[in-house]
């Protein structure tokens, strides 16, 4: 526990006290849901609400302190701390509070549009078959070793993340892996953590909604990068792992001063990928790097996944882990749920769902899809509301482009009517038509892939695009459950069960 006093004083900004300076703090939060006897709660205003209107109910549960902009009319026994940038004085607090536990563990960030998932997953793959406990955190989940514990963003807000970490340390953990949001970069959501290893994947076209410039995304997402060498810090070792063969590349490298490791596969790099076969459900390449030369053999396909793994590769190396252990965990690899994962029902054709939802994620998962030589590719996708409506005509005309049958439907619309953002996809797939080329607009996600499923034959190959591991859809009026692999299983049943 800390103190009031104490916890102010970690506050580079001004800040004012009114009561018990000395009162002790348990436990930070601000969802006044969460408030237990001893909590300080943080009254963040956000875009629909203000949390300075549930102060009252926080200190109901048992809050002793708030952390406001303003004066609030409270109880006189609640101490109020007053200060000008919640968000900044919580950068200073937070982590103090919990003890910089980003500090005490080994921490590898991994940044970049797309490819973050299953690069996570494989480096701590490496690392866990290397004898570590290992932490992830991340768009799926976060894992504590085997446990697994939901999570809400890419990257949790600072009190969440700390909180995360702390239990994260408090079991041992020797690593973390996580997946570093460029809105969590711009926001400094990871103010307090001390990387050591940093890996760059790619960068394309994604939340301009938010970044409001190209420009601003990559800065954001060099940030990471400058970071490794923060004042003062308490690990050694710091390595920017990037991938040469992005256009970024320079721009990452810059930003990065300390030891960085190249990886690629088209421009000679210090991890370089050669002799490339990319088969239906497995792959292999070579590798030739510092260690020498390494032959890897995979149990996941596509040519992203080659740099995927080539970026774990990089992290593994750049800790120590020995290649033969490298080796042996890259053998035993399974897909990470909704990233390029097959679904099975005994149908005669191929199911693939996969999380591509930016240009880029959507041409690579089609690319890797023409490359398994199907009869027919049969595409369902479409785009999220409430985010950048630049890259909908894009996504369309790449699907049409790359998939010989695109069926434009419904992603999570939020806010935003769906048939109106399925036009917008729409305007991008008739520019990219090919003469004679068929395409299908079905708003409702359910039936655009049951349609999907019932026109495949044999031979075909059906790619569901945009939603990957998740299980549900945000609508208009509320989230219900959804998952694509569910709904494409049903949809080969009922297939299955017409034509007995």
Known sequence: MKTVRELCKEIKGSYNIEGNASSEICGIS???????????????????????????????????????????????????????????????????????????????????????????????????????????????????????????????????????????????????????SSHALALNRVAGIEYDTAVFTN????????????????????????????????????????????????????????????????????????????????????ITGPFGKLALHMRITGLFNVYNTLAAVGAAYAEGIATEVIDKAIRTFHSVPGRFEPVEGGQDFAIVVDYAHTPDSLEKALTTARAMKP????????????????????????????????????????????????????????AGLKEGQHYEVIVDRRAAITRAVEMASDGDLVLIAGKGHETYQILKDGTVHFDDREVALEAVRQVQIKER
């Open 30 to 180: 601000a969802d006044s849901r969460k408030i237990e006897k001893g909590y300080l709660f943080v009254c963040i205003a956000g875009f629909h609400v203000d949390g300075a209107s549930f102060a009252g109910q926080a200190v109901e549960k048992g809050a002793v302190a708030v952390l406001t902009t303003k004066h609030l009319d409270l109880p006189q026994q609640i101490t109020q701390i007053t200060v000008a940038d919640i968000h900044a004085a919580l950068e200073d607090m937070v982590p103090f509070f919990y003890g910089y536990p980003g500090k005490a563990m080994r921490m590898i960030g991994v940044t970049g549009t797309n490819g973050k998932t299953t690069t996570s997953h494989i480096i701590a793959h490496i690392l866990r078959a290397a004898g570590y406990h290992v932490g992830v955190i991340g768009t799926i989940h976060a894992l504590i070793d085997d446990e697994e514990l939901e999570i809400h963003n890419t990257t949790p807000d600072v009190v969440e993340l700390q909180e995360l970490l702390a239990l994260m340390q408090k079991k041992g953990m020797d690593y973390v892996v996580m997946e570093v």
């Open 203 to 286: 960068l394309t076209q994604d939340h301009l909604d938010f970044h409001k410039s190209f420009e601003n995304y990559v800065a954001a997402k060099a940030r990471l990068f400058s970071g490794l060498t923060a004042e003062d810090p308490v690990k050694e070792n710091k390595t920017a792992v990037i991938n040469i063969d992005d256009p970024h590349a320079a721009e990452i490298m810059k930003a990065a001063r300390c030891k960085v490791l190249t990886y690629g596969v088209e421009k000679k790099a210090e991890l370089y990928g050669t002799d490339l076969q990319v088969g239906l459900k497995s792959s292999s390449f070579r």
């Open 375 to 430: 009869n027919h590719l049969i595409a369902v996708f479409g785009c999220g509301g409430d985010r950048d409506r630049t890259k909908r005509p894009v996504m369309g005309r790449i699907g049409a482009e790359f998939a010989d049958i695109p069926i434009i439907t419904s992603d999570n619309p939020r806010s935003e009517d769906p048939e109106f953002i399925v036009s917008e996809v729409e305007a991008g797939v008739k």
